[in-house]
Nanobody, 123 residues
């Protein structure tokens, strides 16, 4: 299986910055994409930013120009640099990794989630 460990959340004032990290480990054959999602209270979990193994990126309209997603060369670690934070960015941020892992009976597709990290932006 694949495990994800997130770090970097916290409390910041509006206009400030935070950097989230997510490290994937396990019997990974290939990562196809890693992304960050967020879920505010009483709302659904939405995509924030995604990066593919070929380096392509996709951002939610609400974070374009403020957030930047990047990954290491092996695509086992992904980062989310968040600048100019707003109170509406407050949410639990979840890392997602999908690709191919090596199981007992061969390789299989996987999609794993991290435990979530709280980001709180105050006025």
């Amino acid at each position: 299986q694949v495990q994800l460990v997130e770090s970097g959340g916290g409390l910041v004032q509006a206009g400030g910055s935070l950097r989230l990290s997510c490290a994937a480990s396990g019997s990974i054959v290939r990562v196809s994409a890693m992304g960050w999602y967020r879920q505010a209270p009483r709302k659904q979990r939405d995509l924030v930013a995604l990066i593919t193994s070929s380096g392509g990126t996709n951002y939610a309209d609400s974070v374009k120009g403020r957030f930047t997603i990047s990954g290491d060369n092996l695509m086992n670690t992904v980062y989310l640099q968040m600048n100019s934070l707003k109170p509406e960015d407050t949410a639990v941020y979840y890392c997602n990794c999908r690709g191919l892992y090596r199981g007992t009976y061969g390789s299989s597709d996987f999609s794993s989630w991290g435990q979530g990290t709280q980001v709180t932006v105050s006025l």
